[in-house]
């Protein structure tokens, strides 16, 4: 599947669901520490319409701290009004910018995650069709360091229950491809959807 294909897909669903929200849905905590529903909107929009130039002036004026820059874009784009965000995220869902250093597979990895940050807490769960979640999955495997990825599922063999993907050696974690993907993206809300013997070292990886 192309990964611009999913990146638009992504996109777009993702604006079909803001288009729903409630005031009080856009002010949800995300899965994102210390981001709303509304800042991570803002996240997918500003990856779909940041320039090398902005981002080279974003990560000066944030000490070249790379999570610093884009906490404070998101946060400082967020504050926009919820129609504004809306529109600008439907309007963007076909763009093909890349900011620096990011390949369409990492967007898509990105969109996807970030799309699951807000459905799950909200309980808005969808359907995600098996070769998105596959590519995902497989992206994830060869992601930069800073996501901590391979350190994270080390010495375990993940096992989707719902499609034919599985990855590493050793005590084994089965449950859904998407909570799998959730889980080696470093969120821990996803654990509760799995399971097995190496549950409990993974478990141990994530912040108390």
């Keep these: 599947m192309d990964a611009w294909e999913m990146v638009r897909d992504e996109r777009i669903e993702l604006a079909d669901l803001a288009d729903t929200l409630t005031a009080e849905q856009w002010d949800t905590p995300s899965l994102c520490t210390r981001w709303r529903v509304r800042d991570v909107v803002a996240h997918v929009i500003e990856a779909a319409t ?33 129609e ?10 076909a763009s093909r910018n890349l900011p620096p250093g990011v390949k369409p597979s990492n967007l898509a990895m990105d969109v996807l995650v970030h799309t699951q940050d807000i459905r799950r807490p909200l309980g808005c ?29 080390a010495g375990l063999r993940l096992c989707a229950s719902d499609i034919d993907w599985s990855t590493g050696a050793g005590p084994e974690v089965t449950g859904p491809a998407e909570a799998l993907i ?5 969120r821990g809300a996803a654990l509760a959807d799995l399971s097995g013997p190496g549950t409990a070292t993974l478990a141990s990886r994530f912040p108390a």
């Design 182 to 186: 959730m889980a080696m993206a470093g």
């Design 50 to 82: 940041v320039t090398k130039g902005q981002m080279v002036a974003g990560a000066f004026r944030a000490g070249f701290r790379i999570n610093t820059m884009l906490d404070r874009q998101a946060r400082r784009l967020g504050a926009s009004p919820t």
């Design 125 to 153: 769960s969808a359907a995600i069709p098996e070769a998105r979640l596959r590519a995902v999955a497989d992206d994830l495997l060869i992601s930069p360091g800073i996501m901590g990825v391979k350190k994270r599922i």
């Design 84 to 93: 504004e965000l809306a529109r600008s995220l439907r309007a963007t869902a």
